[in-house]
């Protein structure tokens, strides 16, 4: 499974949950709930647990998203921010448009400008 946090419009962090139970239930972040109120944009299922959501004094969002394997988001573009992605466990996917995907892997960190349309996700495997 693949676990992402969203930052500052969004944020993920990476996590394989299928290969290593033990550190699923371990989670530093918290696995989260099943992201239904996202999943129109997802393909397969993914876990929402939101960290961080912005206030009068804080203009960031920061939530820690699980992917299963093979679940990915659809192409995207985010217009309000950037977003960073934090790989901490597992094996996923990043690819912006006209350029090939890159396979992320745990310490690996994304930093993707606003208006890059982009999507990001778990292997078939993690």
């Not at 996202?38 to 203009?59: C, H, Q, R, W």
């Not at 992605?85 to 992320?104: D, F, I, M, R, S």
Request: proline share 3%.
């Amino acid at each position: 499974m693949l676990q992402f946090i969203i930052k500052l419009t969004i944020n993920w962090r990476l996590v394989m949950m299928a290969k290593n139970e033990h550190e699923v239930k371990n989670d530093l972040f918290g696995f989260g709930d099943k992201n239904v109120a996202f999943a129109k944009y997802f393909i397969g299922t993914s876990y929402l647990n939101g960290l961080v959501s912005p206030d009068d004094n804080i203009d960031v969002n920061i939530s820690n998203v699980n992917f299963e394997p093979g679940c990915r988001n659809n192409w995207h573009i985010h217009h309000d921010g950037f977003q960073i992605l934090l790989v901490t466990a597992g094996e996923g996917w990043y690819q912006e448009e006209g350029k090939p995907a890159q396979l992320l892997k745990p310490g690996d960190v994304v930093a993707i400008h606003e208006g890059v349309k982009h999507w990001h996700g778990a292997t078939k495997d993690s």
